[in-house]
């Protein structure tokens, strides 16, 4: 019997587990694209004068550069510039999930040791895993490719483009395959994963940042760090322009080195284990452990010491970027007017860079919030409230939890940014006044956000993390990065509670909208709570 004996049987199987969950992943993906080509299309139809000009906007903006290229004047290049960085993170998320689902998570829950009893290789279950990720990222970028392509753009463009998104999906189909083998845990695999995921996007983003623009300001041409990137060797595959397929070519030879690491490393641990084994704790707990707040900081921390690290690296980076901001002049500042006005250009920078910041640890703290979802399912919160802890004790430890990570995250940034924007443009005490300030009113949005996942995990539990994530994408792209941009109505964009969070430092900070938002994440969270409270647990079968 050879290493991959049963592949075949495991990948039908695990084609079959997952048809319903890559299937809308996929459709999702096509559908929004479809959606956003289709109303960028529309826009420039009528007004085609603007093309080029919204063009050098994005391109003579280091802020605009940080979401990606854009390489000439086009729809769909234009399009891709809007919505293509989230697309490739949605989709490094959608193969990390089905990699460490089909690898990690069976071990960790039995399933690969009795299929091991049968007839299977050491190799059949990572091969199925990689197998049927693969599959789905080549789905993924055919409806892509086909999205654009029903929404009236250039057949070679659309399928360069769905291809520039699914590469990123393919490589993290490797990172995902190594991590797993790596990591002791499910939650510990995705979040090696997603570590790597966020520090190829700030390699991309710095790369586009101080790259060189041409002299028609229609082009930029990337620094060296977005080289290393995959989320950058998508990018640089300049759909609508260059149409570069060669870059697929680096994701191939980075994926199968990865999925050969990852082949070796299962041949060099015990099943059920990781390559890095779980450290047994002291002989006593410390006395926080007692509580579920305590408990809860501990596993958490690991967590919240990454998103740290990755949040001060780039906010030291926009920080140090702040010279350029102020010698921008023209059509490069219109995007930044529109946050704070023409008279406070930097203020505009940093308010629109908190802002991105804020809606990163948004995402930090709906990921926290998931957990929830996870702790019931995975039965271990039973045993929890057998003890003394309520419901309400227990939610409002991860309440806590979150709040205090999202501030202590968004002040990190905050001091970071200033701190070397204080050393470009001299005022470093006076600016780390001003954007701490500006980051705190962040908070009360986050909190609207987060109020708003628990009450999809009280109310639809079995259902809570594809609509959470929906629901942050809504708010995300109905927002004020996004929603005008796209044309949408005015009552949309208020939906996102990121339109009301004051434009700080470029504007004045006034209490209304903070006010009203907090009322909103009160009222969210007595809604959860109560809801929670009520209902039977949703157990594992």
Same mark, same amino acid.
């Given at each position: 019997?050879?290493?991959?004996?049963?592949?075949?049987?495991?990948?039908?199987?695990?084609?079959?587990?997952?048809?319903?969950?890559?299937?809308?992943?996929?459709?999702?993906?096509?559908?929004?694209?479809?959606?956003?080509?289709?109303?960028?299309?529309?826009?420039?139809?009528?007004?085609?004068?603007?093309?080029?000009?919204?063009?050098?906007?994005?391109?003579?903006?280091?802020?605009?550069?940080?979401?990606?290229?854009?390489?000439?004047?086009?729809?769909?290049?234009?399009?891709?510039?809007?919505?293509?960085?989230?697309?490739?993170?949605?989709?490094?998320?959608?193969?990390?999930?089905?990699?460490?689902?089909?690898?990690?998570?069976?071990?960790?829950?039995?399933?690969?040791?009795?299929?091991?009893?049968?007839?299977?290789?050491?190799?059949?279950?990572?091969?199925?895993?990689?197998?049927?990720?693969?599959?789905?990222?080549?789905?993924?970028?055919?409806?892509?490719?086909?999205?654009?392509?029903?929404?009236?753009?250039?057949?070679?463009?659309?399928?360069?483009?769905?291809?520039?998104?699914?590469?990123?999906?393919?490589?993290?189909?490797?990172?995902?395959?190594?991590?797993?083998?790596?990591?002791?845990?499910?939650?510990?695999?995705?979040?090696?994963?997603?570590?790597?995921?966020?520090?190829?996007?700030?390699?991309?983003?710095?790369?586009?940042?101080?790259?060189?623009?041409?002299?028609?300001?229609?082009?930029?041409?990337?620094?060296?760090?977005?080289?290393?990137?995959?989320?950058?060797?998508?990018?640089?595959?300049?759909?609508?322009?260059?149409? /570069?397929?060669?870059?697929?070519?680096?994701?191939?030879?980075?994926?199968?080195?990865?999925?050969?690491?990852?082949?070796?490393?299962?041949?060099?641990?015990?099943?059920?284990?990781?390559?890095?084994?779980?450290?047994?704790?002291?002989?006593?707990?410390?006395?926080?452990?007692?509580?579920?707040?305590?408990?809860?900081?501990?596993?958490?921390?690991?967590?919240?010491?990454?998103?740290?690290?990755?949040?001060?690296?780039?906010?030291?980076?926009?920080?140090? /970027?702040?010279?350029?901001?102020? *010698?921008?002049?023209?059509?490069?500042?219109?995007?930044?007017?529109?946050?704070? *006005?023409?008279?406070?250009?930097?203020?505009?920078?940093?308010?629109?860079?908190?802002?991105?910041?804020?809606?990163?640890?948004?995402?930090?703290?709906?990921?926290?919030?998931?957990?929830?979802?996870?702790?019931?399912?995975?039965?271990?919160?039973?045993?929890?409230?057998?003890?003394?802890?309520?419901?309400?004790?227990?939610?409002?430890?991860?309440?806590?939890?979150?709040?205090?990570?999202?501030?202590?995250?968004?002040?990190?940034?905050?001091?970071?940014?200033?701190?070397?924007?204080?050393?470009? /443009?001299?005022?470093?005490?006076?600016?780390?006044?001003?954007?701490?300030?500006?980051?705190?009113?962040?908070?009360?949005?986050?909190?609207?956000?987060?109020? *708003?996942?628990?009450?999809?995990?009280?109310?639809?539990?079995?259902?809570?993390?594809?609509?959470?994530?929906?629901?942050?994408?809504?708010?995300?792209?109905?927002?004020?990065?996004?929603?005008?941009?796209?044309?949408?109505?005015?009552?949309?964009?208020?939906?996102?509670?990121?339109?009301?969070?004051?434009?700080?430092?470029?504007?004045?900070?006034?209490?209304?909208?903070?006010?009203?938002?907090?009322?909103?994440?009160?009222?969210?969270?007595?809604? *959860?709570?109560?809801?929670?409270?009520?209902?039977?647990?949703?157990?594992?079968?």
């Amino acid at each position: 019997m050879s290493g991959v004996t049963g592949s075949l049987r495991l990948v039908r199987l695990a084609a079959r587990r997952d048809r319903v969950t890559l299937s809308a992943w996929v459709l999702g993906m096509a559908v929004f694209l479809a959606g956003t080509t289709a109303m960028f299309d529309a826009s420039y139809t009528d007004q085609p004068q603007l093309l080029v000009p919204d063009t050098r906007i994005v391109v003579e903006n280091p802020g605009m550069r940080v979401l990606g290229l854009v390489t000439g004047a086009s729809v769909g290049g234009y399009t891709l510039h809007r919505d293509a960085l989230t697309l490739m993170v949605l989709a490094a998320m959608m193969s990390i999930l089905a990699v460490v689902r089909h690898t990690r998570q069976a071990e960790e829950l039995g399933r690969s040791e009795l299929l091991a009893a049968g007839v299977t290789g050491r190799y059949a279950s990572l091969a199925a895993a990689v197998v049927v990720t693969l599959a789905a990222d080549v789905l993924l970028a055919v409806g892509l490719g086909l999205a654009m392509v029903v929404a009236g753009q250039p057949a070679a463009g659309s399928f360069v483009g769905g291809a520039s998104i699914a590469l990123v999906g393919v490589v993290f189909t490797g990172v995902a395959a190594v991590t797993a083998q790596v990591a002791s845990t499910t939650r510990g695999a995705t979040g090696l994963a997603a570590g790597v995921l966020g520090v190829s996007f700030a390699l991309a983003a710095l790369g586009n940042m101080v790259g060189t623009v041409d002299s028609a300001a229609l082009r930029v041409t990337s620094a060296w760090p977005a080289w290393v990137s995959p989320v950058g060797w998508g990018q640089q595959m300049r759909p609508f322009a260059d149409d /570069l397929w060669w870059p697929l070519a680096l994701a191939a030879g980075a994926t199968s080195v990865l999925v050969l690491a990852a082949g070796v490393l299962v041949s060099r641990r015990d099943v059920g284990r990781g390559v890095w084994p779980e450290r047994p704790g002291p002989r006593h707990a410390h006395p926080s452990m007692r509580r579920p707040a305590g408990l809860l900081w501990r596993l958490q921390r690991g967590a919240l010491l990454g998103w740290a690290t990755g949040l001060l690296g780039i906010g030291l980076v926009f920080g140090a /970027l702040s010279e350029r901001i102020g *010698g921008l002049e023209g059509a490069a500042t219109e995007w930044y007017e529109t946050f704070g *006005g023409a008279a406070d250009l930097l203020g505009a920078y940093w308010a629109s860079m908190l802002q991105i910041a804020g809606m990163a640890v948004a995402v930090y703290v709906v990921t926290l919030l998931l957990r929830l979802r996870h702790d019931e399912a995975g039965g271990t919160l039973e045993p929890v409230l057998g003890t003394s802890v309520s419901r309400l004790r227990w939610l409002g430890a991860y309440a806590v939890n979150a709040l205090v990570g999202a501030t202590a995250l968004m002040l990190l940034f905050a001091v970071a940014m200033a701190l070397t924007g204080g050393q470009v /443009l001299g005022g470093t005490g006076v600016l780390v006044r001003d954007l701490v300030g500006a980051a705190l009113v962040q908070l009360p949005a986050i909190a609207a956000l987060g109020a *708003g996942v628990l009450v999809v995990v009280a109310v639809v539990p079995r259902w809570s993390v594809g609509a959470s994530w929906g629901l942050v994408v809504l708010c995300v792209f109905v927002g004020p990065m996004f929603g005008p941009s796209l044309g949408l109505p005015t009552w949309l964009v208020d939906l996102s509670p990121f339109s009301h969070a004051p434009n700080a430092p470029a504007v004045d900070i006034t209490g209304g909208p903070l006010l009203g938002l907090g009322l909103v994440a009160v009222l969210l969270a007595v809604v *959860g709570a109560g809801a929670l409270h009520r209902r039977n647990l949703v157990l594992p079968a």
